[in-house]
């Protein structure tokens, strides 16, 4: 054997082009995702009292509080839909993309001590972020489903349709907005942390443009095309069509949302790549 | 096939630092800048960073320029050069930490420095889901860690406690298995970086020894050290870096020769001492700052002239946003090889330990006399925890200048050349035998 035969492994350019985005190399450490994931999981909930009863806790508490606000102290309409059951949806959905938002968009500030001693593909914070926001997801999705069957149960005009079997590409759908999103503020935020304030607030303002505590049947006609050009408000609509039988389901829209979601995603990830290299310096 | 084999070649390789942006915070900032770009002020955020004339153009730095080198399988190589000279930036982009702004490297198979060890370690997760996280951080597979595991766990002496969450180990105890997860890395190339490295002595000692190993099996090691007596003993060959540039590679002792003529004159000849201040920014802790280092008379006058047997007080201003188990301030002065004379340590050398931080405060360390011969010392001035680990640690933050003084009243003058210490002494001669 002629170790020495080798050719070269690897090397090391000062410019590479916009589009080298290295996935291949993310992928060939895939271990180091899934460990992250494991890490975000378990220090999220060891040291708190209740552990993961808070994903359930925190989904009710806010259903509870926005059926007494809105549902009955405001009137808003919920499509004829028990309140629970309408706010839960829009609720579990718009927590999972904005989780992948918020905890995206701070990984080169909250990660620099990691990356200033050791190279990895940067780009397994992010992904294992959301990644390990699916299981967040999934017990609040079941929370919702088991209410779901309790009102069907008790007789509400619940009917689900053969379009919630879509659902795990309505996910997937809100995994890239959120990732897309979130990297692009990350790049941003290691020149301009200010940014980071404004992330906090803006996803608490999006989610009022967006159709979560209310149908986009109550939005007025002439602004209803408007509305749905938010690429994550015909995802939230299609999942209560799906699982509730009533909302708009558009695929023009979703088709629309998708196009949107994968050039934001690309943007990302060439910013998120000019950065990296560079990162380092700056902060 | 042994003979001048690379596994890496550096080309032309530079760095550039753009100077007015390094560190800018928010948009407020960038907007104060703005602002005083318009009407033609300074920018009133630049920070100012140790440079030479030379490196420095509008702004901008080169902290390596045309760099070009290659390293056989096997080699030891050493990388000298004063502090700022570019060799923590020459690291940084080999471990592809940052990348070059020009030029480019090539490796055959794994780089790693030791600078990694420990890194992403979470205090909440058991020993084992440690061992793996940051396996996989340095960029080995689930299996490899799998199959080295045991072997690791039996090099970091921890067995019994493997599945116990590491925030309940021992500083020891973690050190060791950081150390042991690194240690079966085994890289093709190994960057070990002296001047950086945190830890215990005993763990700085491990950490030479394995790169030793690591030589023995036929891996190849960069190291870089203020150690020029280490670095002798180690490397048959080295690189000079001086303001960015590879200014000579060559043999081991006339890169060294080389290195202690540029240092010589590092004080200004009517300086008694320089500080090295963009070290206290660059080598600052979140939490711990040193920020000013003066030196003074015994009486408290500024420092003009520093002569053999004289004293000094060194003033060590910092500023501490916690509290630190077993806080200690240690200073180390070296002689012109970069050999330690002396070695203070608030506790446990010195026996006087410091009870509480301030949120800022100084340190004063007064030395009665300083029995040095003439020459150029350096000191080294850390903060430690526990201790014995460097939370501060700036290498050569202080060039002293001894001139000399007769100090025995023969009229010689004494310099290192005629060894680095000055004793109270007297000769008594008895010819013939001893007395009964």
Redesign the interface.
Known sequence: M?????????????DSGWFDLRLRELWA?R??VL??V??DF??LY??TILGPLWLVLQPVLTTLAFTVVFGNFAGLSTDGLPHMAFYLCGLVAWRYFADCLTRTADTFVSSAG???????PRLAVPVSRVVSGLFTLGIQFALFLAVCAWFMASGAPIRPRPEALLAPLLVLLMAVQGLGLGIIVSSMTT?????RFLISFGVQLLMYLTPVIYPVSLVPAQYRELAMLNPVAPVIEALRYGFLGQGAFSPAHLGLSAAVSLALLLLGLVLFNRVE??????? | ??AA?PVLQAERL?KL?RLG????????Q?LSRWWARLRGRPDPLAKIVEGRAGRQAAGHLWALRDVSFSVD?GEILGIVGQNGAGKSTLL??L????????????????VA?L??VG??F?P??SGR?NV??NG????M??AEVARKFDEIVAFAEVGPFIDTPVKRYSSGMYVRLAFAVAAHLEPDILLVDEVLAVGDAAFQRKCLGKMGDAAGQGRTVLFVSHNMAAMERLCPRALLIDEGRLVMDGPCAEVIAAHLRTLRDEPGPELAYAVNLALLDERAHPDMRIRSLELATPDGAPLRALATGQGLELRIGYEARRQFVSPAFAVHLNDHLGRRLVQLNTSPISGQPVERLGARGTMRLRIDALPLTAGTYTLDVGFVREQSEWVVKLERAVTLRVTPRDVYGSGMALDQSRGAIVVGHRWEHEPGGPTP
């Open positions: 002629d170790k020495g035969a080798r050719a070269w492994t690897e090397t090391v350019r000062a450490y271990d180091l460990l992250f494991r890490r378990v220090s060891k040291q990691l990356f200033g001693k050791v190279y990895f020149k301009y942390r200010d940014l290299k560079t990162f380092m310096d700056t902060v | 096939m042994t084999h530079g630092y942006y390094i560190g800018s915070g928010s948009l407020a960038d399988r940084k982009i471990t592809k930490i940052t990348r070059p702004t020009s030029g480019l490297f090539r490796v055959r198979g794994r420095s600078l990694e890194t992403g979470h909440e997760l889901e793996f996280l996989a951080i340095l960029g597979t689930r």
